[in-house]
């Protein structure tokens, strides 16, 4: 197994993690919030397909899913089209409002074909490249990579945790 087999691996895992955390949901289970600070399931699905969908679409350099792909629209949500996420304030969370789980989904699954089209181009000597050098020590293409990954199998896990204590409260 060779570094870019282990990235569409651990993307895989991500994608699966998500899924199952919604599966089942209801659209109040989707929005509730443990108290007003607390990021919602819908929240944290959005949102890491949303920082995955941004950081691959600049690798590539194609534009997002989320507008290329008319899933902007289908969200119909009360913040710029080019929002992720990053610093959004309470209020900003809770205006992530998704009545159906398939929505979540299904942006999922469009981020994750094009994720993984995009590392079948990729060799693993690419993944060396210092794709920006405004940190020390560079972030190279594959630490960012990594990053997206990371927060996505978090925020996966944060939703898993949540849907968990939303069953458990009906």
């Known amino acids: 197994m060779d570094a870019i087999d282990v990235l569409v691996d651990a993307f895989g895992?991500?994608?699966s993690d998500a899924t199952r955390a919604v599966d089942g949901l209801t659209a109040a289970d989707l929005v509730w919030r443990p108290d007003d600070g607390a990021n919602p399931i819908a929240w944290l699905v959005w949102h890491l397909t949303r920082v995955q969908d941004d950081h691959v679409a600049d690798l590539a350099g194609t534009e997002q899913v989320y507008t290329a792909d008319g899933w902007a629209p289908r969200f119909d949500l009360p913040l710029d089209?080019?929002?992720i996420g990053y610093g959004h304030t309470s209020e900003q969370v809770a205006s992530v409002r998704v009545d159906d789980p398939g929505l979540l989904t299904g942006y999922l699954d469009a981020v994750h074909e094009r994720t993984?089209?995009?590392l079948r181009t990729l060799?693993?000597?690419?993944?060396d490249e210092v794709i920006d050098d405004r940190w020390d020590p560079p972030v190279t293409r594959g630490v960012r990579l990594?990053?997206?990954v990371d927060d996505d199998i978090q925020h996966a896990g944060q939703a898993a945790y949540?849907?968990?204590l939303a069953q458990r409260r009906r």
């Open 13 to 15: 895992r991500a994608r």
């Open 81 to 83: 089209d080019a929002s």
């Open 116 to 118: 993984i089209a995009y």
């Open 123 to 127: 060799r693993s000597d690419d993944l």
């Open 146 to 148: 990594v990053s997206v």
């Open 162 to 164: 949540l849907a968990g």
